[in-house]
């Protein structure tokens, strides 16, 4: 059974940085797609960054140019770094994983219903 836990989230401030991390257990496939999508109330869950087995990553052009989707070396573990954070980058952070695509599905439209797997959510809060 796959499963995806969420840490690392909570509350930061205008400008500063935060990391939130996605463990995976369960994943036997070697090849996999996983993504961090975000949900702020009254709004649709968007991606907000992809990375796949193939070595491709993808990032929403929110945070291009301060954020940063990495993978830990031996562990299906994921992480998240966003600084110089905004307000409108308050939301609950979800990962979620499946087969193999390309890491550009993450961030395109609608591109959440290509993911069966997902985790619980983190929620990350930024004010000045």
């Known amino acids: 059974q796959v499963h995806l836990v969420e840490s690392g989230g909570g509350s930061a401030e205008v400008g500063g940085s935060l990391r939130v991390s996605c463990e995976v257990s369960?994943?036997?496939?070697?090849?996999?797609?996983m993504g961090w999508f975000r949900q702020a109330p009254g709004k649709e869950r968007e991606g907000v960054a992809g990375?796949?087995?193939?070595?491709?990553?993808s990032l929403a052009d929110s945070v291009k140019g301060r954020s940063n989707i990495l993978k830990d070396n031996g562990k299906m573990t994921f992480y998240l770094e966003i600084k110089n954070l905004k307000p409108e980058d308050s939301a609950v952070y979800y990962c979620?994983?499946?087969?193999?695509?390309?890491?550009?599905?993450?961030?395109?439209?609608?591109?959440?219903?290509?993911?069966?797997?997902w985790g619980q959510g983190t929620q990350v809060t930024v004010s000045s």
């Open positions: 979620a994983i499946d087969g193999l695509r390309p890491a550009s599905m993450v961030v395109a439209v609608n591109g959440r219903n290509a993911f069966g797997y």
């Open positions: 990375i796949n087995s193939d070595g491709m990553t």
């Open positions: 369960g994943w036997t496939d070697n090849s996999y797609c």
